[in-house]
T-cell receptor, first 115, second 114 residues
Framework: NAGVTQTPKFQVLKTGQSMTLQCAQD?????MSWYRQDPGMGLRLIHYSVGAGITDQGEVPNGYNVSRSTTEDFPLRLLSAAPSQTSVYFC??????????????FGDGTRLSIL | AQSVSQHNHHVILSEAASLELGCNYSYGGTVNLFWYVQYPGQHLQLLLKYFSGDPLVKGIKGFEAEFIKSKFSFNLRKPSVQWSDTAEYFC????????????FGTGTKLQVIP
């Protein structure tokens, strides 16, 4: 059971480049989310999804797109990278919070630097 | 929308000292509460959670937390810390019921000196 898998673990981009951070889970979790972690600011929710085909914005969605075509995958896209997006990105998943008292499972993170 | 405050940003303790990290939340309804720990270079791991029932919650590695509804608090405690407890600790809250967003506090860095 791999849990939540994020790729890549590290990435350096130039301003204006685009890229996709991958997130996959094998636990059949309905709910998936993306956070960014910045020093002194904790984790901030970027986007989340309550199931395939359904996504919604979190606290800091600007500059990021997501899609959820399958239950397993929840990629995060940076369309035009900016230095302000330098951060550590975490993907998380959980079972339907309304159906079970289960917390989120986190991936190992992607450390992204924008030059 | 809910919010979480962690007032201690950096705590330094000697081994065997007792620990209490503060967490206060803001939300008018029923909440679920969490404490996560992040060891250096690793992802977040759940320490303990409160959904309902006994307000004193015991988690892994000897940690516990008490939910005091009247104070909107969920403080984390450990009677005797070890060097291996050096990590960053995050309190989180979500409005109970259905699909809800989890809001994290800004974290408390704990440094335990041998």
């Amino acid at each position: 059971n791999a849990g939540v898998t994020q790729t890549p673990k590290f990435q350096v981009l130039k301003t204006g480049q685009s890229m996709t951070l991958q997130c996959a889970q094998d636990m059949n979790h309905e709910y998936m989310s993306w956070y960014r972690q910045d020093p002194g600011m904790g984790l901030r929710l970027i986007h989340y999804s309550v199931g395939a085909g359904i996504t919604d914005q979190g606290e800091v969605p600007n500059g990021y797109n997501v899609s959820r075509s399958t239950t397993e995958d929840f990629p995060l896209r940076l369309l035009s990278a900016a230095p302000s997006q330098t951060s550590v990105y975490f993907c998380a998943s959980r079972k339907n919070p309304g159906a079970s008292n289960q917390p989120q499972h986190f991936g190992d993170g992607t450390r992204l630097s924008i030059l | 929308a809910q919010s979480v405050s962690q007032h201690n940003h950096h705590v330094i303790l000697s081994e065997a000292a007792s620990l209490e990290l503060g967490c206060n939340y803001s939300y008018g309804g029923t909440v679920n509460l969490f404490w996560y720990v992040q060891y250096p270079g690793q992802h977040l791991q759940l320490l303990l959670k409160y959904f309902s029932g006994d307000p004193l919650v015991k988690g892994i590695k000897g940690f516990e937390a008490e939910f005091i509804k009247s104070k909107f608090s969920f403080n984390l405690r450990k009677p005797s810390v070890q060097w291996s407890d050096t990590a960053e600790y995050f309190c989180a809250v979500e409005a109970a019921g259905g699909y809800q967003k989890v809001t994290f506090g800004t974290g408390t860095k704990l440094q335990v000196i041998p």
